[in-house]
T-cell receptor
Framework: EDQVTQSPEALRLQEGESSSLNCSYT??????LFWYRQDPGKGPEFLFT???AGEEKEKERLKATLTKKESFLHITAPKPEDSATYLC?????????????FGQGTTLQVKP | DTEVTQTPKHLVMGMTNKKSLKCEQH?????MYWYKQKAKKPPELMFV???????INESVPSRFSPECPNSSLLNLHLHALQPEDSALYLC???????????????FGPGTRLTVT
């Protein structure tokens, strides 16, 4: 069964304190792995798509990496405005339906 | 432009009411989705439309009725809802669906629905 697990559930950082969020996945052939950011009461905002092991993508203070079993979202020198829930989702290689399998999310709080 | 719009932002309805949620995108995307999200949970897929045809219904109760009038619009008709249906309803779109993907999904801001 396809599954996505994110850790930790919650993360508190001081401003400037770098850290990483983890997304472990079990899927029958990975078509793509997606990272989203979601602010309270709003829709998820697309951040990155990763396709194959070894791939890396960056956007401002965020860097996403992918291995055959997991993805990391590295946050370098975070600011309070980076506080949000970060969602990881995968699309199975056997799926032609567009269905995403989401993890439970990591809620990040960055204190000034 | 990667904008998906949803109306209304908030909706309060009684269990005997009929209401509709609307979603619009002008990115030329041919796949559109409805999700339901409860507090502190990830989005849960309800329906997928591909080229204006219903592709997936994730065993959603019939009190939720989707409609795709054209490639830019997606509606969700609500009737005789229960209090447990209160949630954030999200619309999303992607370029298409299929084995040539993956195609990232872009989400709207959501409609906060409260059923009293």
């Amino acid at each position: 069964e396809d599954q996505v697990t994110q850790s930790p559930e919650a993360l508190r950082l001081q401003e400037g304190e770098s850290s990483s969020l983890n997304c472990s996945y079990t899927v029958s052939g990975l078509r793509g792995l997606f990272w989203y950011r979601q602010d309270p009461g709003k829709g998820p905002e697309f951040l990155f798509t990763l396709y194959s092991a070894g791939e890396e993508k960056e956007k401002e203070r965020l860097k996403a990496t992918l291995t055959k079993k997991e993805s990391f979202l590295h946050i370098t020198a975070p600011k309070p405005e980076d506080s949000a829930t970060y969602l990881c989702a995968v699309q199975s290689g056997s799926s032609n339906t567009g269905k995403l399998i989401f993890g439970q999310g990591t809620t990040l709080q960055v204190k000034p | 432009d990667t904008e998906v719009t949803q109306t209304p932002k908030h909706l309060v309805m009684g269990m005997t009411n009929k209401k509709s949620l609307k979603c619009e995108q002008h990115m030329g995307h041919r796949a559109m989705y409805w999700y339901k999200q409860k507090a502190k949970k990830p989005p849960e897929l309800m329906f997928v439309y591909s080229y204006e045809k219903l592709s997936i219904n994730e065993s959603v109760p019939s009190r939720f009725s989707p409609e795709c009038p054209n490639s830019s619009l997606l509606n969700l008709h609500l009737h005789a809802l229960q209090p447990e249906d209160s949630a954030l309803y999200l619309c999303a779109s992607s370029q298409k669906i299929g084995l040539a993907g993956p195609y990232e999904q872009y989400f709207g801001p959501g409609t906060r629905l409260t059923v009293t």
